[in-house]
């Protein structure tokens, strides 16, 4: 290769690298925006909230944050609006052990915050943060079934299974030996508070007879 034609490859080289690079970079750039949805004046005023109480001090939320507390990025997908606000308000009312602190959060406050939240939860993350995958159910393909129906609504978003899961209800690792009664499963899984009182627990009254009744037979073969 002779002087001249070195040199040309390596110029021309570059400058496609280049073009190639500012091209991806726009690509990418536009599709930024539609990872996200708009923000709103509530969004913003939840925002300031969440940096008014340093959430931040304690939690992550899309990659930053410390460690100390559950990941907020997903907190409304994974959990009901009401619930949070409740929590947001009064974290010991719905869960007496928690290691959240009481703001004195007024109303407003938290429905910016959950404005802000329900957000973070609807922005494009490419599946981050994982869910947690449970070790396969023992026992009947009705309960392996019901170990499906676990994981598709998200229940370890607020209980723990062997180490695996939220802190917001009960363990569930041996409740197969606490409450053995199938029906009382299905009872409590449709509607919470009228099997126990005051229960922080969003009822699942959605889901089919058959339904309950494969997620109830799974959770009787925790034990
Ligand atoms: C001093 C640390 C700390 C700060 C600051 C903090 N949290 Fe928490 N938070 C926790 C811990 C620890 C938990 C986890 C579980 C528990 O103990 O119940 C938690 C749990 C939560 C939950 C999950 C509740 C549930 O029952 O599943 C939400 C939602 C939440 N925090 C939101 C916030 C928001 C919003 C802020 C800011 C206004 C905030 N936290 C500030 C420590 C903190
Ligand atoms: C937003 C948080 C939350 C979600 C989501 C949730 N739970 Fe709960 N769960 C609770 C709380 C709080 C309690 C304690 C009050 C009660 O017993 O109703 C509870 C209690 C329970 C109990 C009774 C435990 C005991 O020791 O008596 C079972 C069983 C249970 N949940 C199963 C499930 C299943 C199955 C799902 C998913 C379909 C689910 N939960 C989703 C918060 C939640």
């Not at 943060?129 to 393909?141: D, F, H, N, S, V």
């Not at 978003?157 to 363990?171: E, F, K, L, R, V």
């Not at 899984?189 to 339904?211: C, Q, R, T």
Request: with cysteine; glycine share 8%.
């Amino acid at each position: 290769m002779t002087t001249t034609s070195a040199k040309n490859l390596f110029i021309y080289g570059s400058l496609l690298c280049f073009v190639v690079l500012v091209i991806l970079t726009i690509d990418t750039m536009g599709k930024l925006d539609q990872r996200a949805p708009v923000i709103t004046e509530k969004v913003d005023a939840g925002k300031k909230v969440w940096h008014k109480y340093d959430c931040i001090g304690c939690h992550t939320i899309l990659g930053n944050g410390s460690y100390f507390a559950p990941d907020m990025t997903k907190a409304t997908e994974r959990k009901p609006k009401g619930y949070l606000k409740k929590f947001l308000i009064d974290p010991r009312a719905i869960n007496p052990g928690t290691a959240m602190p009481s703001f004195g959060m007024s109303e407003q406050e938290a429905d910016d915050l959950i404005a802000f939240l329900d957000w973070t939860s609807k922005v494009d993350t490419n599946g981050w943060p994982p869910k947690p995958i449970l070790a396969a159910a023992a026992g009947t393909r009705t309960a392996s079934m019901g170990q499906m129906l676990f994981q598709k609504h998200d229940c370890s978003a607020c209980h723990q299974i062997q180490g695996i899961g939220g802190t917001a209800g009960p363990d569930l690792t041996y409740i197969g030996n606490e409450r053995p009664d199938v029906e009382w499963h299905i009872r409590h899984l449709k509607a919470p508070d009228a099997v126990v009182p005051d229960s922080a627990m969003p009822g699942f009254n959605d889901l089919s007879e058959e339904e309950l009744r494969q997620l109830a037979e799974y959770l009787i073969t925790l034990k």
